[in-house]
């Protein structure tokens, strides 16, 4: 990489970090009572690591909650619970099962079934149980298309829902975080940030992640193009037979439907050279449920969906 | 350190509907190599379904189901892209007048408007409204890409009319904004990322040369202004007798030692310590996250700015007059209350006097007595608080303000700060 390209690469990820740490303060600010949805993946723990900079030294003003499908990655609890001890933040956790056993959602059976959709529920039950006014998500408009037409800070009705026809306008990114009561806010500080930036941020600030997001050995199936773990929710199918691969994560998600990608790349610095020169999203290579169909994530995120 | 680096460029299209600001973003992503393997096959497997015939680059941008069914845009997309000379951020905006107020969000935060024009079809009245709004915003440059010229021969009459009806145009606005015009077809990709041979006539570059060397104007040398967002206290532990302002650096640059006023109040101090995502630093410039930390104990609030060394005073006053594009449906109307958000200060908004509408065709500035969905005009508003403003032309960090709607808290206006004082 040349001097050129570094510093017009350094220049751009400081002025990312700080419209992030701007929008967290002035939403965290403006509203009653927020919480910062953490999932355990990159996205997560850079919003963390950016909210936790922009109240320092003072501890963070509010909670974090991770809503849990119950389909984890053991590595991901581990180092949510880590991290949160170590960063002296309140965790609060929203279970899908729980919502499964009050009859709030009904499971999809069968090897294909994910817990992925399920999420919107006990995400919007989690929001009104706790009062909630505003929840930061570390989505970013390049993930997807559906993204790519949000607000910074985007508004949902008293159902949670978007919706993409009538958003506010928001000139200036200049935040109107008004609502009424039984209304809330999404915010999205991490809006204008590319996966790259993400490595480039976790690399400067040497922010800790899950271990599976970096290169090992493990047992998968290929389904659809994609490498899925054998040995949690995944069932297998008839004919499909395990292997031993040497893959990393490139998204974490419900672990019945993140695939993982073939890779050598053992620190962050090797990630980041693999996702310069990556070809294919990271949605498109790692997420099943995001290429059912065209309109995938329009249609969750209008029922409510990070 | 010696800096090498461009500062991103954030640019936005403008035009009217089907003039092809979608079709050019997505060549530009296509041509920059930015568009990853899925997404273009996803592109298409989408232009079949929607009957485009050939692969329909527009798609890359047009993310809803709403507009792909109907083949526009409706609302503003975001992209990211970089070349090895520089990181771009770009808005993709809608053209139907009835997304106005989603092309103004686009155009707001853009150095660089891309005003498209269909060759065919020549300067349209939404060519000038956008236009116009993009000068408004304080865009720096307009690029004029006369689009579809394989459509009408590649003829340079035509693309020399064209120019020079916007030059005109825009010559006659009230903050004139440099044009450079480029012939072009998003379709096909000529000048966009490489040079064309269809315009041996054309001795401009590509889009994308244009881009990646324009020089963007440095921030307002204004003196010092933080808007104070929050006070950071720590409860108790090693940081218990902390106690700093956490704030935006909306213009200026400011140092530990600086004498600085906070404003309204006048108290005056000195900054012992600055911080910067959590590190301590030795001075911050605009658009940086800080903490300021004062020497002497004094009430600084929300809502208050932090100035040092002004060389240009701020506007003081709850009397302020702004430039507006009105986004609601909902009328503005002499007397009709509103709540205002300018810097990190709220507050009620009392319009006082509609001065004038301004037409986005003729740029008359006419006689109103209120102003309705799209309109451009200016306005004079009582403000139930003090706000330490700039002229938006000025130091346009300053001098945005938002109005927002109390019956449904929509924002209902993009403000730009004309002029503030105290009442006579």
């Known amino acids: 990489m040349s001097i050129v390209e570094h510093t017009h690469a350094t220049a751009h990820l400081d002025a990312l970090t700080d419209e992030a740490v701007t929008i967290i303060r002035e939403v965290a600010t403006e509203c009653e009572s927020p919480v910062l949805l953490f999932s355990g993946g990159k996205d997560s723990a850079v919003l963390l690591h950016l909210a936790v900079l922009a109240f320092a030294p003072a501890r963070l003003p509010f909670p974090v909650m991770h809503v849990d499908t119950g389909h984890n990655f053991p590595e991901v609890l581990e180092y949510r619970d880590q991290l949160v001890r170590d960063w002296h933040v309140r965790l609060v956790v929203a279970s899908v099962q729980e919502s499964i056993d009050t009859g709030r959602v009904v499971e999809d059976i069968g090897p294909r ?111 659809d193009g994609m490498l899925l773990s054998v040995g949690g929710p995944v069932e297998l199918e008839s004919g499909e037979t395990p292997h031993a691969a040497v893959v990393r994560y490139r998204t974490v998600g419900d672990a019945s439907c993140t695939g993982a990608v073939e890779s050598t790349a053992h620190d962050v610095h090797a990630v980041l050279a693999e996702v310069a020169a990556a070809r294919i999203t990271e949605r498109g290579a790692t997420r099943a449920d995001d290429t059912f169909s065209e309109s995938s994530m329009e249609d969750r995120k209008r029922e409510g969906y990070f | 350190m010696v800096d090498t680096s461009a500062p991103t460029l954030r640019i936005a299209t403008a035009g009217s509907v089907d003039d092809g600001k979608s079709t050019l973003i997505g060549r530009l992503l296509h041509d920059t190599k930015t568009v990853f393997e899925d997404q273009l096959s996803a592109v298409v497997k989408a232009s079949r379904r929607y009957g485009d015939g050939e692969t329909n680059l527009a798609l890359l941008t047009d993310g809803l189901r709403a507009e792909r069914e109907q083949g526009i845009t409706i609302d503003v997309a975001h992209r990211y892209f970089a070349t090895p000379r520089r990181s771009f951020i770009v808005a993709d905006t809608p053209g139907h007048a009835q997304y106005t107020r989603n092309m103004v969000t686009g155009a707001s935060t853009s150095d660089i408007a891309i005003v498209l024009v269909d060759a065919r079809h020549g ?54 904004v440099p044009v450079t015009a480029i012939p072009m077809s998003a379709l096909l990709g000529d000048n966009v990322v490489d040079a064309s041979t269809n315009t041996p006539w054309f001795d401009g570059t590509p889009l994308l040369d244009f881009l ?89 609030a929300r809502g208050d700015v932090i100035t040092a060394d002004p060389h240009i005073e701020p506007l003081v006053g709850d009397d302020v007059v702004i430039d507006l594009c009105w986004m609601v449906d909902r009328p503005l ?79 209902a206006a993009a403000a730009m700060i004309h002029g503030a004082g105290v009442p006579a």
Do not use: C
């Open chain 2, 212 to 300: 990646e060397q324009f020089e963007t104007r440095p921030h307002g040398d204004t003196g010092v202004r933080v808007h104070v967002q929050r006070v950071i206290r720590p409860q108790g532990g090693e940081h218990g007798d902390f106690r700093g302002q956490a704030g935006v650096v909306a213009g200026g640059w400011i140092r530990r030692g600086d004498a600085v006023t906070v404003l309204p109040s006048g108290q005056t101090s000195t900054v012992r310590a600055l911080f910067r995502w959590g590190r301590e630093i030795e001075e911050a410039g605009p658009g940086h996250a800080v903490v300021v930390q004062l020497d002497t104990d004094i009430d600084v």
């Open chain 2, 333 to 411: 109307t002499v007397g009709s209350r509103w709540w205002f958000k300018h810097g990190t200060r709220t507050g009620h908004a009392t319009v006082r006097e509609v001065q004038h509408h301004l037409s986005p065709t003729t740029l008359e500035q006419e006689v109103a007595t209120e102003l309705t969905l799209n309109d451009l005009g200016r306005v004079r508003l009582q403000l139930s608080e003090v706000i330490i403003a700039d002229r938006y032309h000025v130091l346009p960090e300053g001098g945005r303000m938002i109005l927002i709607d109390p019956a449904d808290n929509t924002t």
């Open chain 1, 113 to 223: 079934a994910s817990r992925n959709r399920l999420q919107s529920v006990t995400l919007l039950d989690a929001i009104s149980e706790h009062g909630f006014d505003a929840a930061f998500g570390g989505g970013r408009r390049d993930e997807d298309k559906a993204r790519a037409k949000e607000r910074i800070l985007s508004f949902r009705d008293r159902q949670g829902r978007w919706d993409p026809r009538q958003q506010r306008p928001e000139p200036w990114a200049l935040l109107n975080p008004r609502i009424r009561k039984g209304e809330h806010l999404r915010a999205f500080p991490l809006s204008n940030w590319t996966e790259l930036d993400i490595w480039r941020y976790i690399e400067r600030h040497d922010v800790p992640l899950p271990s599976i997001y970096f290169s090992h050995t493990r047992t998968v199936v290929e389904r």
């Open chain 2, 123 to 176: 300067v349209l009245d939404q060519t000038r409204r956008h236009s116009l709004i993009a000068s408004m915003l304080g865009a720096q440059a307009i690029v004029l890409a006369v689009n579809k010229m394989d459509l009408v021969g590649w003829d340079e009459a035509v693309f020399r009319r064209i120019v020079a009806e916007i030059e005109a145009f825009v010559g006659a606005l009230a903050r004139p």
